[in-house]
C-alpha cells in the first residue's frame, strides 16, 4: 500500500544520503523537512524512510531518486548528417563509436544539445546532441535498491542530469552570464561540465576520483597504508587544506585544460566553479580550485530561486542554512527539460 501523495526526493550517493519531505509531486509545493544521512546501505535508507514518512508495515512513500551508477555518463557530440540519426542502427553505432558505450547493455536517452529537450525520431535530430545514460544492470539494482527501502519511485533520475538541470535553472535565476565549471567528483571517476546559463556546452569525465588522493595522503603523511590513508582522509579530525594544492594537482590539469580549450574556442571566460557529492569534511576543495583557478566559488542561495519554481519552506525548515551541496536534491523537484530520466531507453538497437 502507497502513502500519501506528500513525496520524498532523495539524492543518494557514494558517501550520503540527501533526503526531502515535500506536500506533493510536482510544484507548487511545501518543503515540510530535511534530513541526511552519512549511510547509504539499506538499512540506515530504510529506517529514515520509514521516520521521514511514518510509514507502518508493508506501507510505501512516493519518492523521487537521483541515483548515481558507477558506469553512468552524460557526453555532449557533434552529429554532421543528424538526418541519418533516425535510423536505430546508425545512432547505435554513433553511441558506440564516440563513447564506447554499448546500447543494448545501457539506457542511453539523446537529448537536444540547444535546448535540453528529447530528441527522437518523432522529433527530428540536431547536429549538437547530448547522451546520457548508464547500465542497464545497474539501473536494475538501483530500482531494486530503492523499492526494499519502502519507496514507490515516481521517477529515477540520473542525479547528474537532474543537477546539470537545477545547475541551469538557478543561473538563469540569479542572471549569471559567465560560463560555470561544474565538477561532479566520486571515488574512482569524475566529471566535467561547462554551463552557459542552461545550455550545456561541455561534458567529459576524468579519471581521478577522491580514491586517487589516498597515496600522496599515504606518503605526505608517513602512514603504513592506503586503508588508513583513507580512513584519516574522510575523518574530521584532520585539516586537508594545506595538502590541498598536491591532493588535487591532477584534478587541476584535467580542469586547466577543459577550461583552457574551452575559454580558446569561445572567447568567453570560466566565471565560477560548483562542485557536487563532496563529503562535509571536503568542504574546503571548491575554494581551493577556485583560487587556483582565478574565478569564484558558487555558493547558491536556495530560497528565492526555489520560491521562484512554486516551492516554498514549511515554518522550521531552514533552507537558506543549507550548503551548496542541496542543489542536487533540489534539481530534482523542479520542471526541466534537461532532466533525464534512468529509465528512459532511447537509442536502443535491439528495438
Known sequence: MVKS???LFLEISESSVLAARTTGLEPPFIIEEVREISS???????????EMMSLTAGQYAHAVVGVYPNGRFV???TMENPAKAKDRAFLAEFVQSQFQVDPSKNVVAV??????????????YTKELIF???PLDEIKARQQYVVQASLYPER???GSTATIAGLGSYLASEDIKSPTLFLEITQ???QVFILRGTQLDLARPIPQGLNSMFPIVQQELGLKDEESARKLFYSNTFDFTEMGPALLKKILKELQSSTGFYEVQT??????IYLSLLPKNLSWMPGLLARTLGIEALKPEFPDWLRGLGIEAAPGCELAALDSRWLGVFGLMGKYEAKVEAKTEVANARA
Not at 42 to 49: G, I, M
Not at 267 to 272: A, D, H
Request: net charge negative; charged share 20%; glycine share 14%.
Open 156 to 158: 529515477l533520475e540520473l
Open 267 to 272: 572567447g568567453q571566460t570560466i566565471g565560477q
Open 132 to 134: 546520457a545514460g548508464a
Open 111 to 124: 537529448l537536444n544539445g540547444e535546448t535540453g529537450q528529447f530528441a527522437t525520431a518523432e522529433t527530428g
Open 5 to 7: 501523495r506528500k513525496t
Open 40 to 50: 547509504s546501505s539499506p538499512d540506515d535508507l530504510a529506517l529514515l524512510v520509514s
Open 188 to 190: 574512482d571517476t569524475s
Open 75 to 77: 557526453r555532449r557530440a
